[in-house]
């Protein structure tokens, strides 16, 4: 079994910035890949970056690509997603999960991840 919290979220004006974490507990962090998605109202839930278990390989969705930067501590067991140059259309809950059986690719379908956690809420103004 494992746990995963986010936090960071919060409400930021266009163009500002915010840095979200997720703390994973019970099983061993470094093994496996890890991803955020976000889910705006009346959409679906979509990807936005993932890693791999060594932080060797990432991805990205091109909506946030040269904006956002995804990485990890696996001494502290939490992967951070940093989001810069923050647009209204970023406005969304973000979800971080967890591939525990194929850690070595950054998975971008959210049905490839085994664990998530409950969101943390980032508003954007414009």
């Known amino acids: 079994q494992v746990q995963l919290v986010e936090s960071g979220g919060g409400l930021v004006q266009a163009g500002g910035s915010l840095r979200l974490s997720c703390a994973a507990s019970?099983?061993?962090?470094?093994?496996?890949?890890m991803g955020w998605f976000r889910q705006a109202p009346g959409k679906e839930r979509e990807f936005v970056a993932a890693?791999?278990?060594?932080?060797?390989?990432?991805y990205y969705a091109d909506s946030v690509r040269g904006r956002f930067t995804i990485s990890r501590d696996n001494a502290k067991s939490t992967v951070h997603l940093q989001m810069n140059s923050l647009k209204p259309e970023d406005t969304a809950v973000y979800y971080c999960?967890?591939?525990?059986?194929?850690?070595?690719?950054?998975?971008?379908?959210?049905?490839?991840?085994?664990?998530w956690g409950q969101g943390t809420q980032v508003t954007v103004s414009s």
């Open positions: 999960a967890a591939n525990l059986k194929h850690g070595d690719l950054a998975w971008v379908d959210r049905y490839e991840y085994d664990y």
């Open positions: 019970g099983r061993t962090f470094s093994g496996y890949a």
């Open positions: 890693i791999n278990w060594s932080g060797g390989v990432t």
